[in-house]
């Protein structure tokens, strides 16, 4: 039977039998190290763990994606510091401000670290609005929380965050549109698998609760309820709204018909077709403002990944309009670093995007926050409204990672290994890789006097290096040197092609371009 | 006269004037809104401050310059966290220490944030040696100083650095060679003007300190007084020795006769000759390392860009190798965003490259440590000796923005604003960008129903997007929209060519490619 797991095993006893004859016959210190650096990394892919600039690597690239979907609709980025005044955060986090890292007061004013990237954004505009009246912006950066160190280890105390806005007053629903286009890009460039994005409107939702008869002062802390539909039974939930909540049971009936509602363009016109609901002014302008924004998600050709959800609540008390939640397919708890299952926290009162915790498959989460900036405002600059995803980097890494078969991860770009046969010829290999990073060509070389050719090819099999250079005392002599495609099966010195040494590098730019 | 800055006045005027026509002729809001956009743009030109998306602009180009040139070398990134136990910070940054910032004790272990990238990649190696007994590895991370508050501002309590360090056991000079080389490619690509290399050896200098009589325990001290010769005169700094460090006057004038010497190999052959020094075991291991890192140096083609300068010094204790500082031509005092002029601080015990107060010139530096690891390593893992550079981000970056023409600086990347004539059209102009989008094009329109053709123009020129895609009715009818290339001197509608719809995407794609 030759599943991978066997292969994988098999590697591993013959390298482990190369590493143990390398070091009964005695050999050099640097083949030893380099045959037990491959025993290493595969036996990392055994254990499911794996090198931390490997991670990196797919880090990386889930940034370069997601920047790249950011920069084809015209945003910039914008740094604000990792410091922001106590009194910023205070009171914007509800009970989680518990969880904000306080600096010692050691002069000075009394600063936090970030808990988020919206408040400094919407901070930030409140102190720059009139520079920056309309912005399309994103920012990649690490926020800070204090979570329990029992559970959470070192790193998850910080962790990125990755959120795209554009502020600004515009016509209705249209950067509504393209911020929901750029999330779906943004999934889809992030090959994560298939994705659908739960939609709704604060002012639908807040007038549906008027209209079944929520008094004014709960209607928050009911939409926060409505919002645990994705984790439990509507019992659970309408308990909740009873017993925590005080609601009258005739109210929570009459929401609970109306929670259970998905659907797409059709159950628009449902609902408009209900004189009771559209009576109702918050209504009737939600449903207004979903009306407009699938016509223009039908244009922008994202309408088939959209489920308008009449359950979808999000819990952050700033959103005033559309807000959305994009779930996977991939579903299952993340898990820590260490393979430990973490288990989804229950945030009351908050359901904002928790990293370390994200619910079954939610990877994005957004929507329209139009008074957030005008808390921060003086009178110069006044309220900023503003629309925004974040999208969930780490949930996205530990798929990827999960998914990624490690041996396939490059941690290094190198394209490129200098080698020698025979006589070490070290500064003949520095001089060619002097001339390959001239030309551009990603080159490393082994820092030895007089390496071994085994160690050099082994170098070149962990480090999944494509093409090797190789040089030796006559063929330098005959101005030539070797070009082997490390990838072909063919073994050893054989393979290779012979090429004069002045059109080395345009050999080998040929071959890196296909 | 046609100087640059009168053309800048003739525009803000020329604009002014618009804007106040605009607001007269009662103009829509975006309209205005737009028109004084560009106004505040120019102003901003003018006084010499400008957006922060357009510093975000360069300082992405010096990063992924600089990102390019490592992973060219094979380098991996490794990211450490912005947390580490104060206990590992501590004692490491002498007098320094006190512009740590420590977290306020709200349960858990203590900790501080990093202070520079060094110590917490010499910490993560001592706990991960195994695992990279080898390793290229760079980071572009911000650090932490809690500097006087009155002197600088907000940001400058956290800045950049840069640091690429190769890790390991090799032959001598050969990493330390391709580091020196990584150094000028870096600088080179940044493109911030001629500069030098100023590099000398931690073992020859304490040699020669010997040679001279000076006695062991006042070999740091003595060195830490000649490395202010880029600063002090001789006179000035034999005082320090004498009377603060109490050496005996004539070792202080022998020292003075060596550390005055520069040049470039000739001035190694002539210490090789001098038989007093070469007795000296410190002095021929760092004369012979010297040798051998010169002969690489050639063969890497950068041995013109060297200068061998006994003067070079560096302050901290931990290197044990050689040491080099790159200086540029492009000198004068560093300025803070407000252009207040920032005096250099005269760091004693310590001339770590202070991004802050960066001295004049400096731009890059670093050296051999091979026992820094050790000082945070077990039994498991020992001591990996370590050659690194620091490059100095920040000070790139000033060098950069004041040379740039900020005008020509592009904040976003916009490549085709999709413009509408006449009726507003703008579902026409939404399904266009969404083919553009999917071609990969970076493209925006306006988020407006019914936009003016002047404010749109307008945008083009104030975010210097190139083409505009622009759709009329009647066009559109016929199945075809117009191309403008909007660099063009042919203003408004003039100028640009119409072509089918169906080849929109493979006429902007060749224009785009030239």
Same mark, same amino acid.
């Given at each position: 039977?030759?599943?991978?797991?066997?292969? @994988?095993?098999? &590697?591993?006893?013959?390298? %482990?039998?190369?590493?143990? *004859?390398? /070091?009964? $016959?005695?050999? #050099? +210190?640097?083949?030893?190290?380099?045959?037990?650096?491959?025993? @290493?990394?595969? &036996?990392?892919?055994?254990? %499911?763990?794996?090198?931390? *600039?490997? /991670?990196? $690597?797919?880090? #990386? +690239?889930?940034?370069?994606?997601?920047?790249?979907?950011?920069?084809?609709?015209?945003?910039?980025?914008?740094?604000?510091?990792?410091?922001?005044?106590k009194e910023i955060l205070a009171g914007k986090y509800g009970e989680d401000s518990k969880l904000i890292y306080d600096l010692e007061d050691q002069g000075g004013e009394k600063c936090s670290l970030r808990y988020d990237l919206t408040v400094p954004f919407a901070r930030f505009l409140a102190m720059n609005g009139t520079q920056y009246p309309n912005i399309k912006r994103y920012q990649i950066a690490k926020v800070y929380r204090r979570d329990q160190p029992a559970m959470t280890k070192g790193r998850m105390r910080e962790f990125y965050q990755c959120d795209f806005d554009v502020a600004g007053v515009y016509d209705p629903m249209v950067a509504d549109a393209e911020v929901v286009r750029i999330m779906c890009e943004c999934l889809t460039a992030l090959d994560i698998g298939n994705f659908t994005i739960k939609i709704n409107h604060r002012k639908l939702l807040d007038g549906i609760f008027e209209i079944c008869g929520v008094p004014e002062a709960k209607i928050r802390p009911i939409s926060s309820a409505v919002d645990k539909l994705d984790k439990l039974p509507w019992e659970e939930v309408k308990k909740e709204m009873l017993d925590e909540k005080g609601l009258d049971p005739v109210a929570a009936d009459r929401i609970g018909e109306y929670v259970i509602l998905k659907g797409g363009k059709e159950l628009l016109t449902q609902l408009l077709d209900n004189k009771e609901l559209v009576s109702n002014k918050n209504v009737k302008a939600g449903l207004d403002d979903m009306i407009l924004l699938f016509q223009y998600l039908e244009i922008f050709n994202v309408l088939d990944k959209m489920s308008f959800d009449l359950s979808l609540a999000r819990g952050l008390d700033y959103y005033t309009g559309i807000i959305y939640e994009a779930v996977t397919e991939q579903s299952g708890q993340p898990k820590a670093e260490d393979g430990i299952q973490i288990k989804r926290k229950t945030k009351k009162d908050s359901d904002e995007l928790d990293e370390t915790t994200v619910g079954v498959g939610s990877i994005a989460a957004g929507g329209r926050y139009d008074n957030l900036v005008g808390m921060f405002a003086n009178t110069s600059s006044g309220g900023i409204p503003c629309v925004g995803v974040s999208i969930g980097v780490e949930r996205v890494f530990s798929i990827l990672l999960q998914r990624a078969q490690l041996t396939s991860v490059k941690a290094n770009e190198v394209e490129v290994y200098v080698i020698s046969v025979g006589d070490g010829l070290l500064e003949e290999r520095m001089g060619i890789c002097t001339e390959l990073w001239d030309a551009g060509i990603k080159a490393e070389f082994m820092y030895k006097r007089k390496p071994k050719l085994q160690a050099q090819f082994t170098v070149c099999d962990r480090d999944q290096i494509p093409y090797a250079v190789i040089v030796g005392k006559s063929e330098l002599d005959r101005g030539e040197i070797k070009i082997k495609d490390m990838r072909s099966k063919e073994q050893g010195e054989g393979g290779g092609i012979i090429v004069p040494r002045s059109q080395m590098v345009e050999e080998l730019r040929k071959r890196l371009r296909n």
């Open positions: 039977m030759d599943t991978p797991q066997e292969t @994988l095993k098999e &590697k591993i006893k013959k390298q %482990g039998d190369l590493v143990r *004859s390398l /070091k009964a $016959a005695g050999a #050099e +210190k640097a083949e030893i190290d380099a045959a037990v650096g491959v025993l @290493l990394g595969l &036996k990392k892919q055994q254990t %499911g763990s794996s090198g931390t *600039s490997k /991670k990196m $690597a797919i880090r #990386e +690239k889930i940034f370069s994606t997601i920047t790249s979907v950011f920069k084809k609709h015209g945003a910039v980025t914008i740094d604000t510091p990792v410091f922001e005044l």
